[in-house]
């Protein structure tokens, strides 16, 4: 179900940008609307994620340098069926993780030295298994493209300004005159950040699960969360920023009381109760 969502919600977005170039130009405005989506999306399937690790100043650390977070990972790796994943330690307080990379042959796993302060072996286990899960979902690949596609139609969304500063309103290429760049300016990248958020809350469902499954313990994961949460507003990663924010396990921007609908992340209750479920069906004897 939840691959169905992000599957539907993917099209919505493609309907949006399409919409947009629509709107712009006609359907030059729908070749440039492709042609920008296309350019950044292959820009950030071999780039993203060598810069958000750059960003966050993450440090690749050998076994010997992390031997619990390696040996954690290697033993998830070989349970998923994945090659082993390199692994990063960010220098932060605030306690969270996030995966990237363009597949599982290229991925690579970062946590958070607060993170490492805050949970216990279990906890942390089922932290890595939530990334793991992403990994093996390629909800990288699938976030990397819904965010570009929004990009894109912000951009298309600027020149729709600069084309209503210099009167493209009543342009032949234009089919919807003036309130038609009025909606592409602000309705539609509105429209396109609620969907780019949807699915990324629908694939963090989808990774929690599979975390349960991978590590038989959900119950681990939903104490994590709840520490994750509880630190995460007192400790706000402060480097953060909204472009990235959808990949840690947690949002890690201090605004963590915006309504649901523009929260790239679930409500944490909703995911711990998922979680308390699932582990009532395992059985609390494997916790």
Do not use: C
């Amino acid at each position: 179900m939840n691959m169905l969502k992000t599957m539907l919600l993917m099209f919505v977005l493609t309907s949006i940008l399409l919409v947009a170039g629509q709107i712009l130009a006609g359907p030059t405005g729908m070749a440039i609307a492709l042609v920008f989506a296309v350019g950044m999306n292959f820009f950030s399937y071999w780039y993203s994620d060598k810069l958000v690790l750059k960003m966050y100043r993450g440090q690749e650390v050998s076994r010997n340098e992390a031997p619990q977070l390696h040996e954690i990972v290697e033993n998830l790796a070989r349970k998923a069926e994945i090659p082993m994943p390199k692994v990063y330690i960010l220098p932060s307080e605030s306690p969270n993780a996030f995966a990237t990379g363009r597949n599982p042959n290229h991925a690579a796993v970062a946590v958070t030295q607060g993170l490492m302060r805050t949970l216990d072996r279990d906890e942390l286990e089922g932290v890595l298994a939530h990334e793991l899960g992403h990994v093996l979902h390629r909800d990288i690949l699938i976030g990397t493209i819904a965010g570009t596609m929004a990009g894109a139609i912000s951009m298309l969304a600027s020149m729709a300004q600069w084309a209503m500063i210099f009167g493209g309103g009543d342009d032949e290429d234009n089919p919807f005159g003036f309130i038609g760049l009025l909606v592409g300016m602000i309705v539609l990248p509105i429209a396109a950040m609620l969907v780019q958020m949807a699915v990324s809350r629908s694939r963090e469902y989808a990774a929690d699960q599979r975390a349960g499954e991978l590590t038989g313990k959900p119950k681990a994961l939903a104490d994590a969360l709840r520490k994750i949460t509880a630190t995460a507003r007192a400790i706000p990663m402060q480097e953060a920023g909204q472009a990235t924010a959808h990949m840690f396990i947690s949002n890690p921007l201090s605004g963590q009381n915006m309504a649901q609908l523009f929260s790239t992340h679930p409500d944490p209750e909703e995911r711990i109760r998922r979680l308390m479920e699932q582990q009532e069906k395992v059985g609390y004897g494997a916790y």
